[in-house]
């Protein structure tokens, strides 16, 4: 497609659950980003892959969340025994290379109850 | 994380008028960006910036990268109402962490 795409656009998962997210970066993007944001807020980094190599996870509020992008394309971002404070939208955003212009997915709204 | 500092948090305009919205670093940054995101869509890039003092249009709409590169303004001429909307500003030094502002929205009265 032209754009990026996530999927699902909307998660409601019960406490404890794992879920996986998905994004389609644009075509020939090397750099994917996977930020969270909460409501009212700007987006907040959470990890950055270069080709399928995750150069910063930095961002990452805890080891229940993990990203991976095995084939340097599709990336799934997995959060494990979701938590009440997981809840808040996924943006993915790709990119041609580090320091350009980023171009973001719809967003996953993930509900954790 | 950490977030630039964007004003006004909020702007009530009447459509025509002219909207100017700022933002902030204590950080230099080599790139800044603009964004805006409609209700439960992702931003959308407007304008990027990648040298100190450049001064960049599209359409109705123009940016600034500040001088001193820790700051940024976005201004919007005789708006409309397809305006509203919340706008992003958005800036990296060095690596992969673009950190973003906290926001203005815009309504834009008919």
């Known amino acids: 497609g032209a754009g990026v795409s996530q999927s699902p656009r909307y998660k409601v998962a019960k406490r404890g659950q794992d879920v996986a997210l998905r994004c389609d970066p644009i075509?020939?993007?090397?750099?994917l980003f996977w930020y969270q944001q909460a409501l009212g807020q700007g987006p907040e980094f959470l990890t950055y892959?270069?080709?399928?190599?995750?150069?910063?996870k930095s961002g990452l509020p805890s080891d229940r969340f993990f990203a991976e992008r095995p084939e340097g394309s599709v990336s799934t971002l997995k959060i494990q025994r979701t938590q009440q404070e997981d809840s808040a939208v996924y943006l993915c955003a790709s990119s041609l290379g580090p320091l350009r212009e980023q171009y973001f997915g719809p967003g996953t709204r993930l509900t954790v109850t | 994380g950490q977030q630039l500092n964007q004003s006004p948090q909020s702007m009530f305009i009447q459509e025509g008028e002219d909207v100017s919205m700022n933002c902030t670093s204590s950080s230099i940054f080599n790139t800044w960006l603009w964004y805006k995101q409609d209700p439960g869509e992702g931003p959308v890039l407007l304008i990027a910036?990648?040298?100190?003092?450049e001064l960049t249009s599209n359409g109705r709409l123009t940016a600034q990268f500040g001088i001193t590169r820790k700051d940024s303004f976005l201004n919007i001429s005789a708006s409309i109402p397809s305006d509203v909307g919340i706008y992003f500003c958005?800036?990296?030094?060095?690596?992969?962490?673009?950190?973003f502002g906290t926001g203005t929205s815009l309504t834009v009265i008919p």
């Open positions: 892959f270069q080709n399928e190599a995750q150069l910063d």
């Open positions: 075509s020939g993007h090397v750099s």
């Open positions: 958005a800036g990296v030094y060095t690596g992969n962490q673009f950190y």
């Open positions: 910036l990648y040298k100190a003092g």
